[in-house]
């Protein structure tokens, strides 16, 4: 199943007329995880340059926790990151941000780029759970996401797009976010999105129509976090805070797409739909090793 969203589908980003002031980055990160003989997963390759950095990883159950920082503000106009992380045969990732992500006016036009690839191999397990992505006013940002699952890969991918800086009245002033992903599992296209967001036109409307200042948030499941979905339970989550929907995209992947009024709001359904999904898996739901909001 494909999905397309919003308008614009093809925008360019061309780089601008004026040069961008100060200095830019370019950062990447290799990543892959694997698995001992006695089932402990550790980091075999790691490589990563400014703006990405990795902290010391631990054990969380039968899993293997690295949380990914930017030591910088955040991301602007003209800095480019790619990153590559693979999940080897039978080892378990958990891949986490402390703290939200950021990307600033852009000076010159041109955008940030992000472009992240997730490659999980048989029987391997990743989840990537990261904090809000925060856009400030007037920022440029492109967002390209690869995602290869083998047909027997276990996959708990999470998204969470803040309207801006609230607390400083930015809501959706930012100048244009173009955010692509395409997820595969055995060389199959599964999934393909494709939006941009400009608060010039009416690719808001949608995000807009039931909460002002929403926050979107994004899950896709596959493996084992899906033999047995949580329906019922899942149905049972929508409230005046949040409208959310759900279905198989194919068989072993599920898609949950929620809007959610404020940044509470959205917090307390990612740690309920990550709890409840872990559990109907009948999996232990791996600690992040946060301090409860």
Known sequence: MIFSHGSNMNTSFSNSAHSVTGSTLSGHLRLRCECRADGTPFVSEQQFRAPIHIGKGHLAGKSLLLNITNPTAGFFDGDQVESQITVGSDAHLVLSTPAASRVFR????????????????????????????????????????????????????????????????????????????????????????????????????????????????????????????????????????????????????????????????????????????YTHAELPTPSLGRVPS
């Open 106 to 277: 852009t000076r010159s036009g041109s955008p940030a780029v992000h472009q992240q690839s997730f490659h999980v191999e048989e029987n391997g397990f990743l989840e990537w759970i990261p904090e809000p992505f925060i856009p400030h006013a007037g920022a440029s940002y492109v967002q390209s996401t690869n995602i290869e699952l083998h047909p027997q890969a276990n996959l708990l991918f999470f998204e969470w797009l803040a309207p801006g800086r609230v607390a400083m009245g930015e809501i959706f002033a930012y100048k244009q976010l173009h955010w692509k992903l395409d997820l595969r599992v055995g060389g199959e296209l599964i999934a393909r999105e494709r939006y941009t967001l400009q608060p010039d036109n009416h690719s808001l409307e949608a995000l807009q129509a039931r909460f002002p200042a929403a926050h979107y948030v994004s899950v896709y499941a596959a493996g084992s976090l899906t033999q047995n979905w949580p329906a019922t339970e899942l149905d049972a989550l929508s409230s005046d805070d949040i409208s959310l929907g759900h279905g198989a995209l194919s068989d072993g992947v599920y898609v949950i797409r929620a809007l959610c009024r404020d940044g509470m709001s959205a917090r307390s359904l990612i740690e309920n739909l990550r709890q409840l999904l």
